[in-house]
């Protein structure tokens, strides 16, 4: 198995311009990876964002510290909320052995979705898969309130089903 | 008898009906009986859930390195519900008609019972959970406790209006904030927070950090922020904005101490290394407690009693509420001198080292440099040096601990709503736009630290050089 900062490199270096905005995306992509069957090796516990990995933060930090990947701060325009932006510093590019090199269309796809669609999308997969709960689409909305309202979670829950993963898509 | 002596007669008797309970911090916390919901409180207060909170510790083993930190959750609740009927002072004084009385009695008695779930040792309990695949967290359990048909809470929350025991349970449950009366439990200026920083500083007797409480109340205000996690997307859907507390300009200065106050708390007490190596030492002796549990010869493996509390929730099936309450700080304190005479060695040895505060050694990676290159290339030597003791738990790593200027345990982003505001033109912006001191405080820390239960690893830790194998 690569290194865990190397994958974080390798998916900020399939993303357009090489640039990936935000952690919980980067946290979300590389779930939803991890779900279609690429083997990063993260492990997931649930937080408020949905499912989150340490492994992984703790992996973009190491990936900062081994001077793969900048982090640069800016502020949403609205209010003010910081947020990261992770480029590359060398600009070399995923490696062809990547693990992940054959899911650059997916990455490209989730690095310009909304971010809570893609909140959503991981949520409703980690409560059906993860949590068991079978009364997923309640619980969502439980859970995620507003956020599921005004198309987000159908967005969502299309989303999954173009990448053929539960609960859009029964995988039993 | 005028109209005038009939109330002050009523005035005299419900001030000798009011019960006060005096507070190191807070001074005199009164429970005006003239008012229906803090009779309520009282006598919430008075109930085995609520009166369990006595015997677990705010800090938890935090007392072995901050001896006087012995404040109980019992304590540091109160001071929430006080803190709580200021934070609605707020709300009113903002709102002024359009305050909802009745959503605020619910934000305050959620105020009160929001740590009644907490286990032993709280986040100890929770991750030796975690880590035998239960996921329920402490939140869950409060709610449970709130809703329990059988316990003493509910009765009195549904005596007090029919529905009550759910929209209390419900405020807590919410992920997300629905309204300004949410703020009170779960904002960047949430009660729980504004009690713990000024409680903990206080017993901890960290002089460094002030809260400037008072001022900080007095340039509260409400504004709406967006619940969309922050990315380059302008953060302006409609739907996604709730009302929260934000600070007047003039309260910038008070707001970064405040900031400042945590960070300081955080990096100096919450995650101090032997702090985090006891809560470790804690966690591994409950983890092999649960495991022996279920075995044959679980009474003599563990030292202890077969209906001992600890033995009954982790049988199989044993995970009940009912045993949940049986369990606190005494009771896992209570049985170190039963488990100092276990037969298995292993929770031998934890409870006779926890008794006597022989701690496993610490070690800080910073101690390397704060070069974070160099400091994650030793890390890397240490775990393959180690590869078979980490496995066996005599080195245990430490990463979980995140410092910057929202620090969490586990190190996810935190949520918008929990990020402080000051209103700018009348616009709130995150703090980190408007003040230099706190944007140097963004970039985010997570600390290593390794523990060794021979003195003789860590100094062989402290020498490893990268040409050299695994240890046998």
């Known amino acids: 198995m690569q290194n865990r900062e190397q994958l974080v490199a390798d998916i900020i270096a399939l993303a357009p311009e090489q640039k990936l905005v935000s952690r919980v995306r980067l946290q979300k992509i590389a779930y939803l990876l991890e779900q279609m069957g690429c083997d990063l090796g993260f492990e997931y516990s649930y937080h408020h964002y949905g499912p989150f990995s340490h492994d992984l933060d703790r992996a973009i930090l190491d990936a900062k510290a081994f001077g793969l990947v900048k982090e640069v701060v800016a502020n949403r325009k609205s209010d003010g909320a910081s947020y990261s932006i992770f480029e590359l510093t060398g600009g070399n590019g995923a490696s062809e052995s990547s693990t992940i090199s054959s899911f650059k269309n997916q990455i490209q796809r989730f690095a310009k979705s909304n971010i809570t669609v893609l909140e959503l999308a991981a949520t409703a997969n980690w409560l059906a898969e993860y949590e068991k709960v079978e009364d997923w689409g309640k619980e969502i909305v439980k859970r995620k309130g507003v956020k599921t309202k005004n198309n987000r979670l159908a967005n969502a829950l299309d989303l999954l089903r173009e990448l053929h993963l539960p609960p859009a898509v029964n995988t039993q | ?472």
């Open chain 2, 1 to 472: 008898m005028d109209v005038n002596q009939l109330a002050m007669n009523f005035m005299n008797n419900s001030r000798q009906a009011s019960k006060r309970i005096r507070d190191a911090v807070h001074g005199l916390i009164v429970f005006d009986h003239s008012k229906e919901i803090e009779k309520l409180a009282w006598k919430l207060v008075g109930t085995r859930e609520f009166q369990r909170l006595r015997r677990i510790r705010q800090l938890g083993v935090s007392e072995l390195t901050f001896p006087s930190a012995v404040h109980t959750r019992f304590v540091h609740s109160i001071g929430v519900f006080h803190i709580a009927r200021k934070l609605i002072e707020v709300i009113q004084r903002e709102l002024a008609s359009d305050f909802q009385g009745e959503r605020a009695e619910v934000a305050l008695i959620a105020a009160l019972l929001h740590d009644l779930g907490h286990g032993p040792f709280s986040h100890v309990f929770e991750a030796v959970q975690q880590s035998r695949g239960v996921v329920k967290r402490h939140e869950q359990w409060t709610a449970e406790l709130i809703r329990n048909p059988d316990g003493e809470i509910k009765p009195l929350l549904e005596e007090h209006r029919p529905g009550f025991t759910a929209d209390v349970a419900e405020l807590l449950e919410a992920e997300n904030p629905v309204d300004i009366y949410h703020a009170v439990v779960s904002s960047s200026f949430d009660a729980d927070r504004l009690e713990y920083l000024q409680r903990d500083r206080f017993m901890t007797g960290s002089g460094a950090g002030a809260i400037d409480f008072d001022w900080l109340m007095d340039n509260l205000r409400v504004a709406e922020v967006s619940l969309e996690a922050p990315d380059e997307d302008d953060g302006e859907d409609e739907d996604l904005k709730v009302p929260t507390f934000c600070l007047a300009m003039k309260a910038l200065p008070a707001a970064e101490q405040f900031l400042l106050a945590r960070n300081t708390l955080h990096e100096q007490v919450y995650f101090h290394k032997t702090t985090r190596c006891a809560q470790k030492m804690v966690g591994k002796l409950l983890r092999r407690i649960a495991k022996l549990a279920t075995g044959a010869e679980a009474a003599r493996e563990t030292g202890l009693p077969l209906n001992h509390p600890l033995l009954q929730f982790y049988q199989k099936g044993g995970e009940t509420l009912a045993a949940y309450l049986d369990l606190d700080d005494s009771v896992v304190l209570g049985a170190l001198s039963l488990m100092a005479h276990a037969r298995d060695a292993l929770v031998q040895d934890l409870a006779q080292r926890i008794q006597s505060r022989r701690l496993y050694k610490t070690m800080d990676v910073g101690e390397f440099g704060s070069d974070p290159g160099r400091q994650a290339q030793k890390v890397r030597d240490i775990e393959q040096y180690f590869v078979q003791a980490i496995q066996n738990e005599s080195v245990i790593k430490d990463d979980e601990a995140a410092l910057n200027i929202y620090s969490v345990i586990g190190g996810d982003e935190e949520r918008i709503h929990k990020r402080l505001h000051i209103l700018d033109a009348r616009k709130p912006k995150e703090i980190s736009e408007l003040s230099p001191i706190i944007k140097a405080l963004n970039d985010k820390k997570m600390p290593i630290r390794f523990f060794f239960e021979k003195q003789e690893d860590r100094d062989q830790a402290r020498t490893i050089r990268r040409e050299r194998h695994a240890k046998p």
